[in-house]
């Protein structure tokens, strides 16, 4: 199982040490590993921690909640089955689905002026 994470801007700091603190003694040094990564479409560093089983993983990240995963969920480049097309750069946060119903209902309003229903 492997975690991403995203490397903050100063660096890990001090919190490394406690990361590293927290493996050894949470875990054991042979039931994990932490390695350099990338990140999808994401210029900054990460790196990934792999652990054997995903309960140590969960463990792991409620343990370390500041730390951002290296997803790449946010990133432009990032496709789904809700993203197809990949996640249109200005987009800060999920879109309402009502005010987007209402959007769509109003602009077929404008396009068929002349109708009504």
């Given at each position: ?18 990361l ?60 789904s ?6 996640r ?30």
């Amino acid at each position: 199982m492997r975690v991403k994470l995203l490397v903050p801007e100063g660096g890990f700091e001090r919190q490394f040490d406690d990361l590293y603190c927290w493996l050894d003694q949470e875990v054991g040094r042979g039931e994990y590993a932490l390695h350099a990564a990338s990140a999808l479409g994401i210029s900054r560093d990460a790196v990934a921690v792999y652990f054997r089983a995903p309960e140590t993983a969960h463990r792991f990240v409620a343990r370390f909640p500041d730390l951002l995963l290296a997803d790449g969920t946010d990133s432009v480049v990032y496709t789904s089955p809700y993203l197809p097309f990949g996640r249109p750069q200005d987009e800060k946060s999920p879109m309402c689905n009502l005010y987007s119903m209402t959007r769509s209902q109003e602009a077929m309003r404008r396009l068929f002026a002349g109708l009504d229903d």
